[in-house]
């Protein structure tokens, strides 16, 4: 005879109670004792005598935040018990969410589920491919604890181990756990997080467009839409569009792949990756997964700081496996960078990548991508592998971790992020979704706008030029133009393509002129005694060497750059500052805006794009902020 047992709910919140339901394998009486472990220390909490086929946990107000086991035990061999039917997991919540740490990891029960009883007709989800797999499974059995692998472990010990100030929540909290999640900066996705509902989904995504972050440390997530059903005890997936009945129904609910039809609503737009574009190693094949590495491809970043890595480095040998997520790349200038054609957000910066196309003769060859994204006003990180948390000891695989949970997990976050080299630019302007620059040796560059580190790629001269401007879109009589002030005191302009076009002559500057910005159908000047000088376009003269009716307007509140962005203005001190007003054409003064300054010596050259900010200086890289912050960070 052996103890089989499981919990009534896969959380509690501390101060609660738990129930466990247990049976003898023999059908007999159940007489035993039970343990109680922190699984991210294996520190026993407590021990008690179990009589009967219930046993109830009056959980400790005291107990920490974390992922729990209980342990029961008759004395008699574990002899025809699966592994793990004799241990019951489960979370201990904050009873005051967010209050000793503002980081939420979450256990994800559901996939844990998913694989109970892999095999077994009519039981397991698995495998995939058989025709007697169930389609419904219910959490009030044994097992549907962590599989043999353990893909949640390592990560979950190594928060411990380090001292991190994390709570704990089932995966099944998030479904609907809007007010649980906004007591929170930062949700951390762990290991192999397969299985969603919708209304986790939601809830997710919600939050993270509501300025909350998310880390995952996982791959192969969200990969298929499942439901809850009575009162979230039971998970449903038919993986079947044609076996589902929700698809008569409800369409967006069929369980089916988050990518497939009905549903159409990839993954990767909330993930930054998928699976679709990855790599997998099964059987004896996942013994490669501790040859593979990843490439380095953005250091610059903020998540590398401190690492002491290279551009093409190798790093995280081990990490990478059994499952990987990726998305589509394109090459073709020199820097891998996602094309978005296979739903991954327009802002992905891939910061890292590994080819594993090798890996189909395992499974499913493809690549791995680390990479990080805006969703709405948070921040998604991506790791794109399932193992993370099994090559913690590399210090550059920790070094990365922490920055990812420092920086995304702080109540208040750095504004200004690296998305460039440097290019010793010294005039800098954005039009038509291009950055236009001069460098120091009077070339005109360009790149895309974009946060990845593309390089810049010389078009033409500029070699009089001080500083660029340009419209956000056509405005009366000023076309989509690129305009420069040159040393001399001219305006020029050009088209705003990236290939040779000549420059025009417009207009004189106002003596001294050293900033330029357009915006209301109008220019604005700043000139080196910090005075702010304004002429609207439909008075430019058409003799470009007569007299443009520049006027005054007052003080420039030190700026010494300048650029408009919706309707207004923004400027830069000599002190990396910024402030902004409105393109009124009288006396106004400039007003601090919200928000980091710029670095010293960072800000010599400005412009704004979709709402940011993006500067840059002679021998440094380019940066970009929002130009108002959001509320959460």
């Not at 103890?3 to 501390?14: N, P, Q, W």
């Not at 003269?541 to 007052?554: C, F, I, K, M, Y």
């Not at 919706?566 to 054409?585: E, H, V, W």
Request: hydrophobic share 40%; aromatic share 8%; with cysteine.
């Amino acid at each position: 005879m052996s103890v089989l047992a499981y919990a009534g709910a896969t959380s509690v919140v501390a101060g609660g109670r738990l129930r466990f339901h247990l049976a003898s394998t023999d059908g007999g009486p159940v007489s035993g004792e039970v343990t109680v472990i922190d699984a991210t220390t294996e520190r026993v909490l407590t021990r008690a005598r179990v009589d009967g086929g219930l046993w109830e946990l009056a959980v400790p107000e005291n107990w920490p935040s974390s992922l729990y086991r209980a342990v029961f035990d008759d004395g008699t061999p574990l002899a025809g018990v699966e592994p793990l039917d004799h241990e019951a997991w489960f979370v201990v919540r904050a009873a005051r969410p967010g209050t000793t740490a503002r980081i939420l990891v979450s256990v994800p029960f559901a996939t844990w589920q998913a694989y109970n009883r892999s095999g077994v007709p009519g039981q397991g989800l698995y495998y995939a491919e058989q025709p007697d797999r169930a389609a419904r499974v219910s959490f009030d059995r044994p097992g549907g604890g962590p599989p043999p692998e353990r893909w949640e472990e390592g990560l979950l010990r190594w928060l411990r181990a380090t001292g991190r100030r994390v709570e704990f929540c089932s995966g099944l909290d998030l479904h609907g756990g809007d007010e649980l999640l906004r007591h929170y900066r930062l949700l951390v996705i762990n290991g192999h997080d397969e299985y969603w509902s919708k209304e986790q989904r939601d809830t997710v995504e919600d939050f993270v467009r509501r300025g909350g972050n998310l880390a995952i440390f996982a791959a192969n997530t969200a990969w298929w839409q499942m439901r809850l059903e009575d009162d979230g005890r039971t998970m449903v997936c038919h993986r079947d569009a044609v076996t589902d009945p929700m698809a008569a129904i409800d369409p967006e609910r069929v369980t089916v792949e988050w990518s497939s039809a009905p549903v159409y609503r990839p993954e990767n737009s909330m993930t930054g990756l998928s699976f679709r574009r990855g790599a997998g190693a099964w059987g004896e094949g996942m013994k490669v997964i501790r040859e593979e590495t990843y490439t380095a491809r953005f250091t610059d970043h903020w998540v590398f700081a401190g690492t002491g890595l290279a551009d093409g480095d190798k790093f995280a040998q081990g990490a990478l496996g059994y499952e990987t997520d990726a998305t589509e790349l394109d090459w073709s200038g020199g820097v891998p960078r996602a094309t978005g054609r296979d739903g991954t957000p327009a802002s992905f910066v891939v910061l890292a990548t590994a080819d594993l196309r090798h890996w189909a003769r395992y499974g499913q060859g493809g690549d791995a991508v680390m990479g990080t994204f805006r969703l709405g006003a948070g921040t998604v990180f991506n790791a794109g592998t399932i193992n993370w948390g099994s090559a913690l000891a590399d210090p550059v695989v920790d070094r990365v971790t922490r920055n990812v949970l420092d920086r995304l997990g702080a109540d208040r976050q750095p504004h200004w992020e690296v998305i460039g080299p440097s290019g010793d630019i010294r005039a800098l302007a954005a039009c038509a979704d291009v950055l236009f620059g001069v460098d120091t040796e009077g070339a005109l560059v360009c790149r895309e706008v974009s946060g990845q580190n593309l390089p810049w790629r010389t078009i033409g001269t500029a070699r009089p030029v001080l500083a660029l401007a340009a419209a956000r879109e056509a405005s009366g009589p000023l076309p989509l133009v690129l305009y420069a002030a040159t040393a001399d005191g001219r305006l020029l302009r050009r088209p705003p393509v990236t290939g040779p076009a000549p420059w025009t002559w417009v207009a004189r500057l106002p003596a001294g002129t050293i900033a330029l910005a357009l915006c209301d159908g109008g220019l604005f000047a700043v000139c080196a005694d910090d005075t702010l000088h304004h002429v609207y376009a439909a008075d430019l003269p058409t003799d470009p060497d007569a007299s443009a009716p520049w006027r005054e307007l007052g003080r420039a509140g030190g700026a010494i750059v300048l650029t408009a962005m919706n309707g207004r203005l923004y400027a830069a001190d000599r002190r990396g500052r910024l402030s902004t007003r409105p393109p009124i054409t009288t006396t106004a003064p400039f007003t601090p805006l919200p928000g980091e300054p710029a670095a010293p010596d960072t800000c010599r050259a400005l412009t704004g794009h979709a709402g940011s900010l993006i500067a840059t200086a002679p021998g440094s890289r380019v940066r970009r902020r929002a130009a108002v912050p959001t509320a959460r960070g």
